[in-house]
């Protein structure tokens, strides 16, 4: 069987080795994603985000035990900024989740930055592809923060979850702003916590005062008690979930799908760009030694980076 | 005069201007850059980065005060992560900042995320060069976490201070792994604050275990008390100031500043290669109408993003 076909048999091994390659830069892995490319498409994907500590992996773990309750498949894809040098070890807080390890029907991946510009984002678009053609039910990303590089990875997301909790201090209240354009749900962890409240509020008044267009989703904002409590956890997993299904129901019966997947593909197609454009070009200087040729005289002051790009551009680009 | 010597003499409002053309991706602003670049090199350039609320702002302050006491004109780039889409308001505590705004010897800029790929730490490389050539003797980066996005961006810095704070919980405590490769100076604030001792001996325990060749720099940890008691924050800004100084002294006098430079090189070379190969492909594309086609097409998954970006490859990238 070939690794297509085993991916799409759900063959985890088959899939943390694409996977891995894609990481890796292997030659040989945009055959296998363009033949999975058609069996994509049946997964729900979701995105987490907001501040570290937050709570986001205990959130998707409780996820993850209310979806293979109901016989869901689940696939986990957790975007490491711990290590953006020497790629990638666990988080703390993800080593819970790993439980979930010998449940033939979690995948659990965690991606580490690697590579050049935009290097994170598009390994996390392929991996949650082959999540997808794998045949996953839903497909959970988490990331931390507000960044564009996080922004970008959650793009690849139809419904995106922020989880805030109180007393991060102010910095990442205002933070808010930018995060209502992404956020589909909040999640107010800790919601009894000192501040909670405020944050409430805080993020009632925000939604209110954005012009959100008459019939639109308005993101809800879900108060969370403590994930750890047991009666507590059933009723805001199950809260959760609710508003996850909602906001899917919504997608599909409005013409917000399409939005959504304009915004996902325009990305996808960046993407996908630089890798069949800038990174052959890269790879070309590099080979050739003519790169450390560049620096050097970059180094020294020789040349500048805009004219020696152009002279590059000039002898790679064809002439319009 | 134009545009170039105008920021040679420091001519705010023209280098304001001229990073505000360059984030709108304004046409005519690559001539400038080739103008002033030989006339850049003279900054010392300092990354600050850490978690929200981890008091960077406060920092940068206090070192502005302690810089324009000594004479020393210094330029500040602050990287705004509130909002990724509607271009930056200006965070809670950099508006503190401001009240530097009528002092001349200080030039404060905000950057927010626009564009493609990289594009934010490409504006981020080019606003530097300007402070650099209008003569500031330091410029300070400040950014947010440790994301891709943000060691892209701290990579343009000859000197990296990562500030910390007690008690932002254990997931942030493990993001010290990464941050260990970026950092040169290390800064716990309101280091007196309950987790301050475990913070610092954690930090002194990764020192100690990561494997620093003998005679190389090892990253102090400074801890501060409190920046707003006065007696306190002279003694401690003091001693940040000097061991932003005794790094500066071991980059120039061990062959470290080459390897420095090599790396901040290779990081600016990328993305003036992203801006020369990369972005006039996806503007040819956008004009004739093609991409609003192609994206149509993979929304109904006529086509997949591996295949399209190939034959794009094709038509515009010369045959080897």
Redesign the interface.
Known sequence: METGEKIRSGNIRAASRLIRDIEDGEPGT?EI??QI??HT?GAHIIGFTG???AGKSTLIDALIRLLRKRNLRVGVLAID??????GG?I???RIRMQKHASDPGVFIRSLS?RG?????SRAAGNAIHIMDAMGMDYILIET?????????IINHAHTVLVVMVPG?????Q??K??IL??ADVFVINKAHFDGGAKLNRELLIMIDMSPIPKGDWRPPVLQIKDLEEQAAYEAGIGEVFDNMEKHRKYLFETEHM?KR??RK??R???????????D???R?IADTGE?EC??EK??K?ET???????E??N????P?
Chains 1, 2 share one sequence.
């Open positions: 945009k994603l363009k490319y058609p498409g501040p570290p500590g900024p711990s290590s953006p040098f020497t070890a988080l703390g807080d930055t050049s510009l935009g290097g994170l931390v923060g507000a960044g564009q590089q996080e922004v970008d991060l201090g102010d910095e990442i205002i933070m702003a930018g354009e992404i399409g997947m304009h593909m325009t996808e197609l960046e993407e996908a760009l630089s890798s069949a454009i800038l052959p070009v890269l070309a790169l560049i620096i970059l180094v002051k500048d980076p805009v004219t020696v790009s152009e590059i551009a002898k790679y680009l064809r319009e």
